[in-house]
């Protein structure tokens, strides 16, 4: 087992994945540490679904028929400022060409592209995914923070047993089709989804790892 900080270092996201199952007890393991996530005043207000077998076949059906209806995405909250800052553009935009590139799909390789984003809706055929909500009428900024804290350690707990995860906006685009799937309380906003299992170790795209700014572009000790 990875220690936190070799886990830290270990994890990126995964965008292929073997179809092996994580065994049930390492996934209950990892989802029990990970509960000890801190939150402001212990609240706690996280919601977590396991979406797997003919259950998760069943919503990859019904979210690549939105997709392919050409339904446009309708997540429930908005992730970024719209236009981003131009800076974060920039990085934005290297890690969209990053991943492309190593998926040896061109600029102008438009059917390619769209089969790259459709890879989103399908969960990147992943043999699990995570769907995480909150109280859709409860939240408050510092909330997105605690569900925060909870799926980092989720791919972190993933990263220290050798499994290999990716976070996914891109998987609560549609939420009344999570809502159709998933025993959620009425009123759940859904974050995020966490796409897992084992990563295929020869998928270049695996081993794509954008880079980060260097300490001193973000890092300043005071004192
Ligand atoms: C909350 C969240 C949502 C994300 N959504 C997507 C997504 O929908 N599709 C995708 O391919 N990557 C998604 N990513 C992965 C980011 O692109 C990735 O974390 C970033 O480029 C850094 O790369 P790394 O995770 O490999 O270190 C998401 C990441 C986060 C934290």
Known sequence: MLSALDSMHARRSIRVFEPALVPAEAIRRIVDAAGRAPSSKNTQPWRLFLVQGVALAALRADYLAAFDAGEKPRPAYRYSPDPLPPAWQARAKEVGIGILKHK???REDTAGRRAHDRENFEFFDAP???FLGTDGAAFGHGTF?????ILDNLMLGLASLGYGSCPQY?????????ARHLPADAGTLFIAGLAFGTPKQDAPVNSFQPARLPLEAWFQVVG
């Not at 891109?170 to 999570?178: K, Q």
């Open 104 to 106: 040896g799909i061109t």
């Open 128 to 130: 699990h995914v995570f």
């Open 145 to 149: 923070l605690d569900c925060g804290f």
């Open 170 to 178: 891109s998987a609560v685009s549609y939420p009344d089709i999570l």
